[in-house]
């Protein structure tokens, strides 16, 4: 298994509306990591995952994921990352089992991931039947992971997962991400939640003003 | 995994077609408003003579009114809870999110404009014959293909803008109005009304083919830098 860091930001600047939000980022998060993204709001937590997943130019410095150059190429490091921001990227009027089909036939997952999926995020049974806008708040965020789970995502990218739900939502999720890494994911989660994240993270990261201060 | 446009596009537009099918926007909202648009040109004019004359303009104006609530009602539904960017963060081709919207907005302006011409026949008391109704099909197959391309392409152009509701009319009907034309010049032949006869409407389905060729490709090649950020 290769050595090199999945994420490897060298002062890397982005540009969001206008805005220097990442101003001069230099960061790495090898294999397996499970690393925790704090800071206050409008520190660039989320344009630093918006940048990871080739959403966000990186207009100078360098910025590698997963071995791409994102400089040069933002689009062939998106079929291995899974993004879950602040919205859910689900389709309200379908069914959670419509929701993840699409997602698998998308990305030709077979059906037996597909169930995989579902049942570990424990969307499955009854309300595999349900349209999403029927659900709860945790319960559709368990819908969008399962879609996450079953594209077997290398590097997942969490913007607030734990954000509406309620304590054993929130367990639940932690859960999943320590599933998630020791089934060979890397993850980067950005939260407020401090004392949750921090158990569940392997090293702590704080973003102030667009830049690092590695807390680890 | 990889992703084949087709297999992309196919899932996107049965994807798109279910949700319709659940919703029913199209038969509870946009059938009723664009037969009521009919029934109101109908009041407006109020002579048979002028209504039979004008009957291919008008589905044709009600079919583009009908369009824009279509087209931004299938880009809603990506921008409500974040889908087209999970779309895009997992690489999928931009090609199959276009030719997959392009094909459902294709089906659910194919069956407005079915029953707007049913009720051309009934409210205008328009008729076609056999090599009219040939012309007409082929008419209707090519202006709907290059509607629902260039619908699908001005609305993954507008999905994240800000008061998308009238800037996409605003974008759009400039650029659909040479379909307006040719499509109500063809269905005029096709009627054989004003005194034109039906061999006068191919040119005009052949000018429809090339706005939908060119507007496919387009937005085959394009779709993708449109929808980035």
Known sequence: MSTAPVVDFVDAVAVYNGYPALAGVTMQVMRNEIVLLQGPNGAGKSTFLRACAGLVPVVRGSAHVLGCDLVIDRESVRERVGLLGHQNGLFADLTVMENVSFWSTVVGATTAERGAAMQRMAVDGQLANRRISELSAGQKRRCALACLVVRRAELWLLDEPHAGLDAKGRDEIDLIIKEAASAGATVVVASHEIERAKNLATRTVSLVAGQVRDLS | ?229
């Open chain 2, 1 to 229: 995994m990889s992703m084949s446009v087709s297999r992309v596009a196919r899932a996107v537009a049965a994807k798109d077609l279910r949700i319709e099918l659940r919703t029913r926007v199209v038969t509870n909202q946009v059938l009723p408003f664009s037969g009521l648009v009919m029934i109101m040109f109908a009041f407006a004019l109020d002579s048979d003579d002028v209504l039979q004359r004008v009957a291919g303009g008008l589905v044709w104006l009600a079919t583009l009114f009908s369009m824009f609530i279509l087209v931004q009602r299938t880009f809603a539904v990506e921008t409500y809870d974040g889908a087209l960017d999970s779309l895009r963060v997992a690489g999928v081709q931009p090609q199959g999110i276009f030719l997959g919207k392009s094909l459902a907005l294709f089906i659910e302006l194919l069956v407005l404009e079915v029953v707007l011409f049913i009720s051309a026949v009934v409210l205008y008391r328009v008729s076609v014959g056999g090599l009219g109704a040939v012309l007409l099909v082929t008419c209707v197959l090519c202006a709907t293909a290059g509607l629902a391309f260039v619908g699908t392409l001005y609305g993954g152009l507008t999905a994240g803008a800000r008061g998308r509701e009238t800037l996409l009319p605003l974008l759009l009907l400039p650029v659909v109005a040479p379909v307006l034309i040719c499509a109500t010049r063809a269905t005029e032949s096709a009627f054989e009304s004003g005194g034109v006869t039906v061999g006068e409407g191919w040119a005009w389905v052949a000018v429809l083919a090339t706005f939908a060729c060119v507007f496919g490709l387009g937005g085959l090649l394009s779709f993708g830098s449109l929808i980035e950020e």
